[in-house]
């Protein structure tokens, strides 16, 4: 059976990095299987979902390297979950219920203050015909709850939490349409599951109650309508929280876009997702094959995922610096060929600081006053400077045995008058690329002095 994952994020803002993580693994699952990898947009809530935000999760995704093989939208399936409800309720597996929110609030904190769980007592269930007639004859209009079975004990062997086992008398019936008729995540949900034949859900461990609930409504869809499938396989995994222990607000309304912005780079986002909360090391690993040859759901432990950003902007920096040319080519300065990219690539943290070092090869560059002596210093340098194979390597040569000079008092005053930088790029990976005409011109102006 081809293996089948979906990411179902709700278009009601965009994507952070709790949900980048989930689609991640989810594409990591079905690729590693060789399976397919969904997109289903959750926007059965028409009120808070929103086109913009589709648009720029297809964009992130895109981004991120995580391009669905389908997408797939609930707002275009509501046919599917009325038959679905209409299926259920003909098994007697939905109810109406009548309760306002006040009256369910009410229960809640009577049964709290009495030290009980606080689950719904089906008081809706044992009214009668007449006693609903009479509802509705006053014009309350239900909202529907799925009936549990209390004598169908739940159990699923968790991807990654193992053996899982709920009573479902402990649970409460759950709403899954609301009075106006609108739907509730819950049934839409396991109706696409079964429909679009997901065979592994993989989610955050904010779920696990919900799939106890849901496991129920799988096994009352396939009796009543998908006869040929089956419950899909489960793995919920620990959430992901900030450095500070929990997924604060920051971390949480962090968009992708801001990463991108920041010049994150989407390999260095992936690679510390793909492992971090595993027991697989997180390393700069840019190679996408690689990261899917090594998923494994078993190495996820139970601990929450600390995301640390300093850990991000390590790799981000690792990644950049073993980065091809033909890769960042579009991104570069003009004129900015594969010797300037790979002289100027182990300097820089972010794609984006190549422009300022990219100036120094390209000037005009500012130079700092000089001393007399290395004035001097400089301007026998001029005289020195041959243009061969490897001109660095020649004039610090023949510096050192001609002046005299070694370490920073040999090269210092070389780069500061070739650069106008204290630091930088490889000298000898540099020169080159500055060019012999302009060198010499650099190193004279830094040899002459200033006219008082
Ligand atoms: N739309 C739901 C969410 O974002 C999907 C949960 C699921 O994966 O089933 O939480």
Not at 331 to 347: C, F, S, T
Request: aromatic share 8%; charged share 30%.
């Amino acid at each position: 059976m081809t293996t089948i994952t979906r990411f179902a994020p709700s278009p009601t803002g965009r994507l952070h990095v709790g949900n980048i993580r989930t689609a991640l693994h989810n594409w990591l699952l079905a690729r590693k299987a060789g399976g397919r990898f969904l997109l289903r947009i959750d926007d059965t809530d028409a009120e808070r979902s929103r086109d913009e935000f589709v648009e720029a999760i297809r964009e992130d995704l895109a981004w991120l390297g995580l391009s669905p093989d389908a997408e797939e939208r609930q707002s275009q399936r509501m046919d599917k979950y009325e038959a679905a409800f209409d299926a259920l309720k003909a098994v007697g597996r939905v109810y109406p219920a009548y309760e306002t929110a006040q009256e369910l609030e009410l229960k809640r904190k009577i049964q709290l203050s009495r030290g009980l769980p606080p689950i719904y007592d089906r008081a809706s269930l044992r009214l009668t015909a007449d006693e609903r007639a009479a509802k509705e004859a006053e014009g309350v209009a239900p909202h529907w709850r799925f009936k549990l079975d209390h004598e169908e004990p739940i159990r699923w062997e968790d991807g990654v939490r193992r053996m899982q086992k709920f009573d479902p008398a402990q649970l409460s019936d759950p709403v899954i349409r609301r009075a106006d008729g609108s739907w509730l995540y819950m049934l839409p949900s396991a109706v696409d599951d079964l429909d679009m034949g997901v065979t592994d859900v993989l989610r955050g461990e904010d779920h696990v109650s919900n799939t106890a609930v849901q496991i129920q409504m799988f096994t009352a869809l396939i009796a009543a309508q998908y006869p040929a499938q089956h419950i899909p396989r489960f793995a919920h995994e620990a959430l992901l929280v900030g450095k500070e222990g929990k997924l604060s607000k920051r971390l949480g309304s962090l968009g992708c876009d801001a990463f991108r912005e920041r010049g994150i780079e989407p390999e260095a986002l992936i690679a510390l997702l793909a492992r971090l909360g595993t027991s697989q090391p997180v390393e700069p690993i840019a190679d996408r094959t690689h990261l899917v040859e090594t998923f494994d759901l078993s190495t996820f432990g139970r601990a929450p995922a600390k995301f640390d950003d300093t850990e991000l902007e390590r790799l981000n920096a690792a990644i950049v610096h073993s980065m091809d040319f033909a890769k960042v080519a579009d991104r570069l300065p003009k004129g900015m060929d594969e010797a300037g990219w790979h002289a100027v690539r182990p300097n820089l943290s972010h794609v984006g600081e190549v422009e300022d070092w990219w100036k120094l090869v390209t000037g005009p560059i500012e130079q700092p006053e000089f001393s007399d002596e290395d004035r001097a210093y400089l301007a026998q340098a001029g005289e020195a400077l041959e243009w061969g194979e490897d001109p660095w390597h020649a004039l610090t040569g023949k510096l050192k045995e001609t002046t005299g000079r070694k370490g920073k008092a040999l090269f210092l005053p070389l780069r500061q008058a070739l650069t106008g930088m204290d630091h930088g790029p490889d000298m000898a990976e540099l020169l080159p690329l500055i060019g012999e005409k302009e060198a010499r011109a650099r190193l004279e102006r830094a040899g002459t002095p200033p006219r008082s």
